[in-house]
């Protein structure tokens, strides 16, 4: 049985909450997207414009882990992520915004960059925003670069400080997933007042707290749009079951019963190659189709794939259908690329 946005309300009440995010992201048209795929209506859900220090998802997320942060009286963030992470950037901008210092763990998980990459776009966000850094060599491996946070974290309770963990690996309760429950609920909202029935929602997948929040809400509100998420990290085989396993725990989370069923994890890798955060021309030219035809920026690591993809999939649907797409931000890393992305 669904529940109503009354009784999300009163689930998610239980976990404590700090207000980062502007309310209620637009819901856009895209009409010159629209003639060039030949589909009847395509939107976009503009979670680029979040507000926290040049926006992105991650702002949604971070309510609620800096919300438990604040809870329990801590003074510190510790983070890991890519070296271009908006993760990383949006964490050091809200424990800027609340006065808590933050450390950020930057790994190595793209190959072959360049002085631009290692210092341009969200690495000079989190200089600029005050966060001290730590290196972390491996790339793809989840679990080790969490212990090297814990051991970051020992070593600043030695010092008297009082650290929060935003986890990385999904072994941790997923809290940030929280957050898309909330924006789940606010498409709803906005699909009745613009009187849209979406045939398709097209999400990036990459951690899954994203994918799998948004899912998550959208079925317990009794929502049955197919919602397929462009995978810009792994596979669409290995990143099914992160997305299942995801829904799971937040229901779990909850204390309810999973609205989702396996044949709601959808996921899509067709511009996922060569991997993450490295650039193919469907993204490259998913990020011109979007700056020229809507002026929208996407990024190379994440909105740049998943448009790649979204456009992909507008072209195989009929002129009467309706698609709806989530821009998860990530226009600080368009610098890091530079020349590349032209």
Known sequence: MSATTSQLHQR???FPRTRLCTPHTPLEDMPRLAILTGVG??????????????GGSKVRQLEFYLGEALAQHCDTILITGAVQSNFVRLAAAAAAKLGLACHIQLEERVADVDDLYRTSGNVLLDQLLGAVIHTYPRGEDEAGADANLDLIASSLRGEGRSPYIIPLSPAHKPLGALGYIVAAMEL?????????TPDEIIVPSGSGNTHAGLLFGLRALGVTTPVVGACVRRSAPEQTGRIADRCDQIAALLEMSSPVCAEDVLLVDDALAPGYGLLNEPTRAAIHAGASQEGLILDPVYSGKAMASFLNRAKEQGPEANLVFIHTGGTPALFAYGKRVL
């Open 12 to 14: 998610l009440e239980a």
């Open 41 to 54: 209506r395509l939107l976009i859900k503009r979670d680029d414009c979040t507000g926290l220090a040049m």
């Open 188 to 196: 709803v909202a906005q699909f009745q007042e613009m009187n849209v």
